[in-house]
Structure formats: structure tokens, C-alpha cells
């Protein structure tokens, strides 16, 4: 029986002792800024990309994953002896799954041995899809058995998070149905959940306080009756937050894991910084 490899993208953001105790794959994203080009999370730290932002007379912009960075990364795996399974950002936010596709019609040979899943999410929802079945994986799972736990762990996860300007969103065209809420006073903070792939609105809060306590009330709904819970961070240079925020959450909600974590840089591309919010596994 083949191996199994696991293939991601860097919006993931999987903390690096997990990515490697699982032996998951990341291809990175793509950030332009100007006339320069970064692998996401490889040449280009949130560290710096923030910093760089506060200052940056041109803003920058993203590309997806490349085919050929599709190509070469299944190609390799497909050699050492390897089943491969792809899951990666919603098709709704990204053309990255259409990369990984195209990549795989350049590899006639190999197609059966290639699946991809569309997580029709990112950030840690998608990282909590990701390993579930990378666990499984290692427990022997095949591809056609991870392929069905990964279409299965969709529907499990989840991510809330309060955004301090839309105006990230907007510029890059994934505000959704957040729309509505353009031109939002300055200490109203609206709430945004991706559903079925889509950045969309829940509710406007007055003051960011208010809002990440209706982000712990809002999961709680969602996950109602459903464990084991897991529960990440997700946040846009704003960590002193985002811990808070976990903290109150795991008191209150009692999950069996939690991560904490950033976004990449491409994600804060999109989020824009102060961006703060909870993604969840629950009920698998």
C-alpha cells in the first residue's frame, strides 16, 4: 500500500512542530509588492511584513500558489513512493485549487495518484482539516479513505473573526456579503464568519472588547452539542489580543486542543492588521 503525503497551502499557517511531527507539505502562496515577488512565509515573516506595511507607499497584493510549484511538489512526492492528498484555501478566495488541478493534468501518468479536497476555508479551520487527516494518515489511512475524512471535516470547522477596517477586504476583493458594511463608524467592529467558503457578515458590535466577547458566544452557537472541540487563533499582528481572546474561549468552551497562531502574510494581505479571530474543529 502507497504512502499518504498531505499537501497544503501557507494560508494554513500550521505551527512548524505540527507541520513536521505530520510531514505536511506547504506550498506557499505568492506576495507582490511592487516590483518585488515572496514566497509566503518563506522570504516574507509576519514580523517583517508588518512592519514593512506600516510604512509602504504601495500596497501589496497576492497571487496564487503557481502550477508549476503544483507540479514540481506532487512530481516529487509521487517519486518517493507517495499517494498525494491536496487541501487548500476555499476556491472562493483563491484560485489555488485550479493551480493544483492544471498541475495535475501536466502529470498524465500520475493523476490516480493525486486527489484534491477544497477546505472552502483557511487559516486554522483549514490547518484543523488538514490535520485530522494527516493523524489518520499516519495511522495508515489510504487516499480514498483520507479524501472522504477531508470532504467530512469541512462541515466541522469554522472561523469568526473581527476585522478593525473592511478596507483590507475590500481592496482585495473578498469582502462578500460583508459589503453591507462599508463606510462602518470607526468603534463599530463588524463581525465576519466564512461561510461555504465566502467571507460574510454576522453583526456590527460597538468597541472591539464587545465584539471579540460576542465572537465566544457566537462559537459556542455553532458548535452547541459537538466535541471534542479544537480551537486556534487567528490573528493580524495584534498577539496580545488574540491570546486574550483564546483564553477566554478555552475557559469557557473547554476544548481538547488549543493552537495559537498568526495568519501568514497573504492572509493579512486580505484581513489587514488587528485582525483577530477564533477557527474551530468541532465534533470530530
Known amino acids: 500500500m502507497s504512502k499518504l503525503a498531505i499537501v497544503t497551502d501557507s494560508t494554513a499557517y500550521i505551527p512548524e512542530n505540527q507541520l ?56 516529487k512526492l509521487v517519486e518517493k513512493g507517495y499517494d498525494v492528498l491536496g487541501i487548500f484555501i476555499s476556491s472562493k478566495l483563491s484560485g489555488t485549487i485550479q493551480s493544483a488541478m492544471q498541475a495535475i493534468e501536466m502529470l498524465p501518468k500520475v493523476k490516480d495518484k493525486i486527489a484534491i479536497v477544497d477546505s472552502e476555508s483557511t487559516a486554522m479551520a483549514m490547518g484543523f482539516q488538514v490535520l485530522a487527516v494527516a493523524r489518520a494518515a499516519k495511522d495508515g489511512a489510504g487516499l480514498a479513505d483520507s479524501r472522504k475524512l477531508a470532504e467530512k ?13 473592511l478596507e483590507f477586504l475590500h481592496r482585495g476583493g473578498r469582502i462578500g456579503g460583508a459589503q453591507k ?76 486542543e488549543t493552537v495559537f497562531a498568526g495568519v501568514s502574510p497573504v492572509i493579512g494581505t486580505h484581513a489587514g492588521p488587528g485582525t483577530v479571530g477564533l477557527a474551530y474543529m468541532a465534533g470530530m
Open 181 to 256: 458594511f462599508l463606510g462602518t463608524a470607526l468603534n463599530i467592529k463588524p463581525i465576519l464568519e466564512l461561510r461555504e467558503g465566502r467571507v460574510e457578515s454576522i453583526e456590527k458590535v460597538r468597541t472591539k472588547a464587545k465584539a471579540y466577547d460576542r465572537v465566544i458566544e457566537l462559537l459556542a452557537e455553532n458548535i452547541a452539542g459537538r466535541s471534542p472541540v479544537r480551537l486556534a487563533t487567528l490573528h493580524a499582528n495584534a498577539e496580545a489580543d488574540a491570546k486574550t481572546l483564546l483564553e477566554k474561549a478555552a475557559a469557557e468552551i473547554k476544548p481538547v
Open 153 to 165: 471535516a469541512k462541515s466541522h470547522t469554522g472561523v469568526l473573526f473581527v476585522v478593525d477596517t
Open 20 to 75: 513536521k511531527e505530520f510531514n505536511i507539505t506547504v506550498t506557499p502562496q505568492v506576495l507582490i509588492w511592487g516590483e518585488e515577488t515572496f514566497k509566503d512565509g518563506v522570504d516574507i515573516l509576519p514580523e517583517e511584513f508588518y512592519r514593512r506595511l506600516a510604512t509602504a507607499k504601495v500596497m501589496p497584493t497576492t497571487s496564487q500558489v503557481s502550477i508549476m510549484t503544483m507540479k514540481e511538489t506532487f512530481e
